[in-house]
């Protein structure tokens, strides 16, 4: 063909001018579900789970295509200037390049590790075996080594024996022999000063003796002087101590007879106030009878209002004066319960006073009791041994 004859054939007939509007405008078109089929290894897996395709066809070009007038959506379909189309192949082109290199990557990876786990496997038991050999020919060197020095030591033990025997029975025979002559020198010996010494014997015997009678007597005599003054001393001292504790008793039977006098006083009060109640009661109830009676008169009189009014006014003058009475005794009878309640609670607190002093007294006392027993027990018992010794 002849290209200048072409080019003017294709502008003549205005395909030239076609192709370039057509590049000027949207030339390549795909519907959402064919760019989805085809160009779906492009997207993430965030993305795969949206169910609408045309959304996630907008969202993968958006992502792809930085220029926004490079592509436009329609209702059914999607358009592209001239390029992007070349764009999105190589795109998916390196996406398929990437997912094969990485798919060689792993198998080759497994067929290495499978490859270097048999090698190791087979060094592994190459190794063990080597180990085992040399294990059980250091083990018989051993054996052979143990086997040696057990020859050795007990033929060394059996000769080193035999020359400790040989030297003991020579050591013991000599000690023998000179043993028995020093055994009959001293024998000799004491054959010779047996006699001296049977004198020296009774005679050093006799002047210990002698000696320790001495010392005894000598100790026995100021025993009994040091046990006669210690003795005297302790008797003043029991003396004393019997003093005190006659005169506890006198307090304690004191306090005894204290404690008694008040609580007969408090019985004789307890008797009056008995008595005294006794007489408020009847008082009461004599007063409250006259009170009765007064009101019957008074409610007698009030019929009569014209000619009995001086004998209503003084039946109300005596009423008055018998309420006032009535107000009086009661004061009168709670005053007294209050006075013998305030003088019952003073007895009882000096009575129980009283009883914790005689507690104490009887305490000391038995004490004392205990002291006086045991020192005149000791003393008893002294006075035994001293006369013993004596």
Partial sequence: FDSKRAVQQLRACGVLETIRISAAG??????????????????????????????????????????PDMFQFGKT????????????????????????????????????????????????????????????????????????LICQKQLRMVRDRRAFLRVRRAAVTIQAFTRGMFTRRIFKEFLLHHKAMIIQRCVRGWLQRR????????????????????????????????????????????MENKIVQLQRKMDDKSKEQRFQNEQLLQVNSSLGGEVKLLQKKLQEVSSLQQGGGGQLASLHDELQRLREELQEAHALRGKLQEEHANEKQGLTQWVEELQKENSLLKSEKEEMNQKILKLTRSSAGQTLTHCCNV
């Fill in 77 to 148: 379909k999607i358009f592209f200037r001239a390029g992007q189309v070349a764009y999105l192949e190589k795109l998916r082109a390196d996406r398929f390049r990437s997912a094969c290199i990485r798919i060689q990557k792993t198998v080759r990876g497994w067929l290495q590790r499978v490859r270097f786990l048999k090698i190791r496997k087979t060094a592994i038991t190459l190794q063990r075996y080597g180990r085992g050999f040399m294990a059980r020919r250091h083990a018989d060197f051993l054996r052979q080594t143990r086997a040696a």
């Fill in 26 to 67: 949207y030339p390549s078109r795909w519907t959402y579900p064919d760019f989805f089929s085809r160009y779906r290894v492009l997207l993430k897996k965030s993305d795969m789970t949206l169910a609408d395709k045309k959304l996630v066809c907008k969202n993968l070009l958006e992502t792809l295509i930085k220029e």
């Fill in 211 to 254: 000696k320790f009678q001495r010392s005894r007597a000598a100790a026995i005599t100021l025993q009994c002087a040091f046990r006669c003054v210690r003795a005297k001393r302790r008797v003043q001292q029991l003396k004393v101590e019997a003093r005190s504790a006659q005169h506890l008793k006198k307090l304690n039977s004191g």
